[in-house]
T-cell receptor, first 116, second 116 residues
Framework: AQSVTQLDSHVSVSEGTPVLLRCNYS??????LFWYVQHPNKGLQLLLK??????LVKGINGFEAEFKKSETSFHLTKPSAHMSDAAEYFCVVSDRGSGGYNKLIFGAGTRLAVHP | DGGITQSPKYLFRKEGQNVTLSCEQNLNHDAMYWYRQDPGQGLRLIYY???????QKGDIAEGYSVSREKKESFPLTVTSAQKNPTAFYLC???????????????FGPGTRLTVL
């Protein structure tokens, strides 16, 4: 069965410093992986996705993630944090559910705080 | 302007009442989903529908019901049988492309349900 683990429940950075949000996955074959962001009391917005093309994936708002099969990781990074990046981030693995549907398996989330 | 709308944004329910949460999409997506989000947890799937007039239980369907009479609409009813309904509810939709696991899901803004 596929699963995803977000290694940090909270990350705190200063504005202008790099961001690293860590995600490990478990999969018996090459997975599809996503990062979503959720601002307080809002829905989820897709940041980026990996679907077996380039291992370095660029997303919106300056975020990128690198798929490393040998480490079963899909960490999210950004060179310079902005105050507006403060939010909850979810690492997600996608699979074909038993009913043939698009099944998403969510990590528990990482709350990113950005300080002035 | 395509997207997913959910209403109401906030909903209060008394013990023993059924309530219905609305979800509408104009993205022409075949598949729709309902998730529940509790603090500090990832999203859990309640029900999904891959096509009009068909829907399936997800991981936590007990105490919930749905209908899919139109492609655009997928309302969720939280019944009195749901013992702990206070949560944030998110609706999503996606295409049903050939490579099912590649398809990202698009999320609505959510409904926060509180039991009084």
């Amino acid at each position: 069965a596929q699963s995803v683990t977000q290694l940090d429940s909270h990350v705190s950075v200063s504005e202008g410093t790099p961001v690293l949000l860590r995600c490990n996955y478990s999969s018996s074959y090459s997975p599809s992986l996503f990062w979503y962001v959720q601002h307080p009391n809002k829905g989820l917005q897709l940041l980026l996705k990996y679907t077996s093309a380039a291992t370095l994936v660029k997303g919106i708002n300056g975020f990128e993630a690198e798929f490393k099969k040998s480490e079963t990781s899909f960490h999210l990074t950004k060179p310079s944090a902005h105050m507006s990046d403060a939010a909850e981030y979810f690492c997600v693995v996608s699979d074909r559910g038993s009913g043939g549907y698009n099944k998403l398996i969510f990590g528990a989330g990482t709350r990113l705080a950005v300080h002035p | 302007d395509g997207g997913i709308t959910q209403s109401p944004k906030y909903l209060f329910r008394k013990e023993g009442q059924n309530v219905t949460l609305s979800c509408e999409q104009n993205l022409n997506h075949d598949a729709m989903y309902w998730y529940r989000q509790d603090p500090g947890q990832g999203l859990r799937l309640i029900y999904y529908s891959q096509i009009v007039n068909d829907f399936q239980k997800g991981d936590i369907a007990e105490g919930y019901s749905v209908s899919r009479e139109k492609k655009e609409s997928f309302p969720l009813t939280v019944t009195s049988a749901q013992k702990n309904p206070t949560a944030f509810y998110l609706c999503a939709s996606s295409t049903q492309g050939r490579r099912i696991s590649y398809n990202e899901q698009f999320f609505g803004p959510g409904t926060r349900l509180t039991v009084l």
